[in-house]
């Protein structure tokens, strides 16, 4: 049974309650002498109201604020609870002179500043609450200080939503193995049920990339360089895993782990700080200036006539002129130009030294050309 129906049940008590008290204190002053008669009828009429009016008067407003507090993030919730408690401190400090004025006095205005302090506390530390935790941060930095660095070896405080594909992809783990991505990893729940959902897909390619990423989350969580923290954390009238991120990143102020060029574009426009694997790989990847040597090995003919296409070993892609004359073969070049394009780093080589072909004896050749003669 769901809890609209307990709802609805406690409303037609309650309700029916109220009017079979308010039947009965009608009925003599109506000049009524069925007391009975009257009571039941406040109660039925109660019932009904209560059957009708309480979804809207009790679930509405819970699910509303439920919906509010679930898109506030963590440090919004801190920062409101500081000031609830200091209102409450300073209202309970003024409530001692109040409560020697007259009455009623004495009795309305302790309760009255209470609320309105309480109120203006939560509202102040929301709106300040950047220089609030920046206070903390500071206290902090200053005890961390007097630690010994021993007692240092932990990573960095900030939280890092992971999008599904940096999961997919793998790479994580090889990266959170060397220490450079500091943090926590929060995971949302609807990031999970996607990839689940990936996992128990009927295509075969996407079932097998979906498990992997199944494989890849079970080795982070047992990987001890970093954290990683599962969260039921859900944001209210968005359907798209994206979406749902964005908003998230905006209002926990933390950065998106991804590898999605959309997801990429998309957060960029709306302000929010883009972790992307992608970007990373190509950044530490050689840099070659103009007239450096390279060796590689042509693999395959480029687009344009007479190119030819091979690979460092970081995945660098290295387009040969000429180089169909060497296709299977290692040669040695010397690097023409780098373009960075937004699929990587594309280098542009020429070939050191010019393909030995082979040519036809002359002797041969003129021996076939007397017998034809």
Do not use: C
């Not at 206070?135 to 005890?143: C, D, M, T």
């Not at 996407?206 to 494989?215: H, P, Y």
């Amino acid at each position: 049974m769901s809890i609209a129906f307990f709802s609805r049940l406690a409303g037609m008590l309650v309700f029916g309650l109220a009017g079979w008290y308010l039947g009965a204190t009608l009925a003599p002053l109506a000049g009524a002498e069925d007391t009975v008669m009257w009571a039941a009828s406040g109660a039925s009429l109660g019932a009904l109201v209560g059957l009708v009016l309480t979804p809207w008067l009790v679930l509405s407003p819970l699910r509303s604020m439920y919906t509010s507090l679930s898109q506030l993030s963590l440090r919004s919730l801190g920062a409101g609870l500081i000031g609830l408690i200091l209102g409450l401190v300073i209202a309970g400090l003024i409530a001692v002179p109040l409560s020697l004025l007259p009455q009623p006095l004495n009795q309305i205005l302790p309760f009255a500043v209470a609320a309105v302090l309480s109120y203006l506390g939560v509202v102040t530390s929301v709106n300040r609450q950047n220089e609030i935790f920046s206070i903390f941060g500071n206290l902090g930095g200053r005890i961390a200080e007097a630690r010994p660095k021993a007692s240092q070896a932990g990573g960095g405080g900030r939280t890092i939503l992971t999008d599904t594909s940096v999961i997919i992809d793998g790479r994580i783990t090889d990266i959170a193995k060397t220490g450079f991505l500091a943090g926590t990893l929060l995971i949302p729940r609807f990031v999970l049920n996607e990839l689940q959902h990936i996992a128990d897909s009927s295509d075969k390619l996407r079932r097998q990339r979906g498990r992997r990423g199944l494989d890849v989350l079970a080795a982070l969580q047992q990987d001890p360089h970093i954290t990683v923290q599962i969260s039921d954390i859900d944001v209210e009238g968005m359907r798209e895993v994206d979406d749902k991120l964005v908003v998230l990143a905006r209002q926990m102020r933390a950065p998106i782990l991804t590898n999605d060029f959309n997801l990429n574009r998309v957060a960029d426009l709306q302000g929010v700080t883009i972790l992307n694997i992608n970007d990373l790989a190509n950044a530490v990847k050689s840099v070659f200036l103009p007239g450096e040597e390279l060796t590689v090995r042509i693999i395959q003919e480029g687009r344009e006539h007479r190119q030819g296409v091979g690979y460092l070993e970081d995945g660098t892609m290295v387009v040969v002129q000429d180089g169909v004359d060497y296709m299977g073969a290692e040669v040695r070049t010397s690097v023409t130009k780098v373009l960075q394009t937004a699929a990587g780093r594309m280098v542009f080589a020429k070939p050191e030294e010019a393909p030995k072909v082979a040519r036809p004896s002359r002797s041969g050749g003129g021996g076939r050309n007397k017998r034809n003669r």
